[in-house]
Nanobody
Framework: QVQLVETGGGLVQAGGSLRLSCAASERTFSSYAMAWFRQAPGKEREFVAAINWRGGGTSHADSVKGRFTISRDHASDTVYLQMNSLKPEDTAVYYC??????????????????WGPGTQVTVSS
């Protein structure tokens, strides 16, 4: 059973930056992909970014493209989300997720087998 733990959330002013980290408790070499989702109060959980664990190919939601970057480090089994030019609408709980199998669309929640407990990101105006 893979356990994921997110760190790096916090309070930041608009225009600022944060870097989220997600560490896996076990080797993620069998993972096909890892991703970040977020959920704001009263809203559904939404896709932010995904990365192919082996090849490194990435995908980002249009709302964060050019501001957020997902990356991974094989040596430490960690996935990162660098968030720049933060906006108040980026305020949400951010979740890390891991998919053990191939799925046609990694923007979908159903593609992922394991989830972290989440980390709060609050952007003040």
């Amino acid at each position: 059973q893979v356990q994921l733990v997110e760190t790096g959330g916090g309070l930041v002013q608009a225009g600022g930056s944060l870097r989220l980290s997600c560490a896996a408790s076990e080797r993620t070499f069998s993972s096909y992909a890892m991703a970040w989702f977020r959920q704001a109060p009263g809203k559904e959980r939404e896709f932010v970014a995904a990365i192919n664990w082996r090849g490194g190919g990435t995908s980002h939601a249009d709302s964060v493209k050019g501001r957020f970057t997902i990356s991974r480090d094989h040596a430490s089994d960690t996935v990162y989300l660098q968030m720049n030019s933060l906006k108040p609408e980026d305020t949400a709980v951010y979740y890390c997720a891991a998919a053990q199998n191939y799925y046609r669309d990694y923007t979908k929640l159903v593609a992922f087998d394991y989830w972290g407990p989440g980390t709060q990101v609050t952007v003040s105006s």
